[in-house]
């Protein structure tokens, strides 16, 4: 099992910053794949970026070279960074996790989901 928890989201301006982080506790060590997403009412919730234990990135193009998803295995945590914001990255984060081993997933968790929002 695997209980993630995030931080950091809140209310921030265009062009401006915010990091937010995951925590993930239990079997921290089965975790593959580490990431995050979000959603607004009335959409389907969509990747933002994901990272493999071994590091590997994937990022959505709406992001890419604005946004930064860092991962400490050995802490279990996940942090995504993200720069220039727009008002359309308004939106509930979720940090999501996926167990698994040598090609085989197991098991998908997420977190609660943490508020973003960009205004004017």
């Known amino acids: 099992q695997v209980q993630l928890v995030e931080s950091g989201g809140g209310l921030v301006q265009p062009g401006g910053s915010l990091r937010l982080s995951c925590a993930a506790s239990?079997?921290?060590?089965?975790?593959?794949?580490m990431g995050w997403y979000r959603q607004v009412p009335g959409k389907r919730r969509e990747l933002v970026a994901t990272v493999t234990r071994g590091g590997t990135t994937n990022y959505a193009n709406l992001v890419k070279g604005r946004f930064t998803i860092f991962r400490d295995n050995a802490k279990g945590t996940v942090d995504l960074q993200m720069n220039n914001l727009k008002p359309e990255d308004t939106a509930v984060y979720y940090c999501?996790?996926?167990?698994?081993?040598?090609?085989?997933?197991?098991?998908?968790?997420w977190g609660q989901g943490t508020q973003v929002t960009v205004f004017s």
């Open positions: 239990g079997n921290i060590f089965s975790i593959e794949y």
């Open positions: 999501n996790g996926v167990t698994g081993r040598d090609g085989i997933l197991w098991q998908e968790y």
